[in-house]
């Protein structure tokens, strides 16, 4: 009899392996332990292929769709293929097998045999698929790194430019597994089926458009197996609302005050852009902060009071364009605070205060001019003598600013964000329609849902205050019980700020249309309840 602590351990172990991401070479490497293990690769391409064919039979009834064409590879992508056909065709779809090539594997060449046994009919012309309702993608799976040409490339093209609905097996073809560059042509896919883990590519904004929706189909791949190719925690992991439960607040104790709760420092704003120190005073109260500073040029003060009557504004001496000259004794004694967050709405002015706030020994986030003015500092030397956590939050431009000696991020986003913090000694929160956050130590957090609706200036700011808000409180209940915050805890903190901040995005878009989500609406939309 199983204990009940060993039960709830597995059932941890199995939760885990939803989050976790694997490249193409660790994915080959869990798969040959199994096989090692005398798992039988028919047995394993059976069951895999069957959850799919199941499942594709919920996503298109009989009833609604007849008509099957499938593309047929010649690895184990096309075996998988292969048995999806026969099983949808015993169930009475109508099939037809695009087969281009001549050798296959011999598992994939047998059930070839076994469909053409069976009567379904196979052919070499891409044209023949013309009647179909849907098209099943089995040419290449997770291993293609040579670019696709020739006659395979020209039928892809063909069927891209078909309106009708495409599901990929693991990955669409022509996809690279890890960095999701399109090895010359790809399958753009209506729908993607993830066979046992996810793959890097499902995160990579430009495989997006080829992916279409995705699933990840678990055919019980033992957990053993998996541990013994990647360390613990995983080097790369999805962010799920299950792990984000760990890094929110702890529950506050009957006897508590505002500042055990964190006390939180935003530097931001200008005459010029006075709308981002709103936000971002809006996305930190939504947090839960306990006592919230917000220092601004003082002509700024009536607007923020307005805005943020729960908050200490600072006013603070500003130039005559209206940007922060100085930061006043209140604002510049660093200690008073558990983390401070600097940018939104600064303008270029200010680089004095930024390499002033640089000094500060708590945690610090930079955001918007705040990394505009790092970038001009030269990120890493600038970051070299930081003592305690520094949190980046470039989008894409901004990322290169910071990072000009790296290779383009928007080729490879998650190798680009992982080098950019082991270099600079900094968590960096790289945007996207799948944010990435990656720490010093190698480890890549990533979230997988998001919505366009987040595409509009303040969003990120909304981010940058929230951000600050939950690493305060964190920050201030590990200063009670004096001990710090590991660099695996302060990441997961980082990305469940991003994740929330997305599923308040998705919500509002659902609830108001994508048109309807501007920053003030996100930072309503925070306070959901999002079954933490």
Not at 278 to 296: D, K, N, P, Y
Not at 318 to 347: H, M, W
Not at 492 to 520: C, F, N, S, Y
Request: glycine share 8%; charged share 15%; net charge negative.
């Amino acid at each position: 009899m199983i204990k009940t602590d060993n039960l709830e351990q597995l059932s941890t172990m199995f939760k885990l392996l939803e989050s976790i991401v694997v490249t193409a070479e660790q994915m080959g490497q869990i798969e040959a332990k199994i096989f090692a293990a005398q798992m039988p690769v028919a047995a394993l391409m059976e069951k895999a292929a069957i959850l799919m064919s199941q499942r594709i039979q919920e996503l298109y009834p009989l009833t609604q769709t007849s008509s099957i064409g499938i593309l047929v590879g010649p690895g184990h992508n096309g075996g998988d293929a292969l048995v999806i056909a026969r099983e949808l065709h015993l169930k009475g779809y109508n099939i037809c097998l695009y087969n281009p090539f001549k050798k296959s594997k011999e598992l994939t060449s047998n059930h070839t045999k076994y469909a053409q046994n069976l009567g379904i009919p196979s052919h070499q012309e891409i044209e023949l698929l013309d009647q179909c309702q849907l098209i099943i993608d089995g040419l290449f799976g997770f291993g293609l790194t040579r670019s696709l040409c020739g006659d395979i490339a020209q039928s892809i093209e063909i069927i891209n430019q078909k309106n009708i609905p495409i599901i990929s097996i693991d990955i669409p073809s022509g996809l690279h597994t890890d960095t999701g560059e399109v090895l010359g042509i790809a399958i753009k896919a209506t729908h993607t089926l993830c066979l046992g883990l996810w793959k890097p590519v499902f995160f990579q904004d430009q495989a997006l458009e080829y992916i279409g929706t995705s699933e990840r189909i678990d055919f019980g791949i033992p957990t053993q197996f998996v541990w013994e190719i990647l360390p613990q925690p995983a080097p790369l992991q999805i962010l799920n609302k299950t792990l984000a439960k760990q890094f929110l607040p702890l529950p506050r104790p009957l006897v508590t005050h505002k500042y055990q709760q964190g006390h939180l420092l935003l530097i931001c704003g200008s005459r010029r852009y006075a709308g981002g120190s709103i936000l971002t005073g809006l996305g930190a109260r939504s947090s839960g902060i306990g006592m919230l500073s917000i220092a601004v040029p003082e002509s700024l003060k009536p607007l923020l009071v307005s805005h943020l009557p729960d908050a200490l504004i600072i006013e603070c001496p500003e130039t005559k364009t209206g940007a922060i000259a100085q930061l006043p004794p209140l604002a510049r004694d660093f200690s008073n605070y558990d983390v401070i967050a600097c940018g939104p709405g600064l303008t270029a002015e200010v680089s004095s205060i930024v390499e002033q706030v640089l000094t500060a020994t708590c945690p610090l986030i930079l955001d918007a001019d705040g990394l505009n003015i790092l970038a001009q500092l030269t990120t890493n030397q600038a970051l070299s003598s930081r003592k305690s956590t520094t949190v980046l939050t470039p989008h894409l431009g901004e990322f290169r600013r910071l990072f000009p000696h790296l290779p383009d991020a928007s080729s490879d986003r998650l190798t680009a964000v992982k080098i950019a913090a082991q270099e600079s000694g900094a968590i960096i929160l790289l945007k996207g329609a799948r944010t990435a956050i990656a720490t010093p130590n190698g480890s890549v957090w990533l979230i997988p849902d998001s919505t366009p609706a987040l595409a509009r200036g303040g969003s990120g700011d909304v981010l940058t205050g929230l951000i600050g808000g939950l690493l305060g409180q964190k920050t201030a209940s590990q200063k009670k019980i004096e001990q710090a915050l590991d660099e695996y805890s302060l990441g997961g903190i980082v990305a469940t700020a991003a994740w929330w901040h997305a599923q308040a995005g998705i919500l509002a878009a659902k609830e108001r249309t994508e048109l309807g989500v501007d920053p003030l609406t996100l930072s309503n939309y925070l306070s959901f309840d999002f079954g933490f």
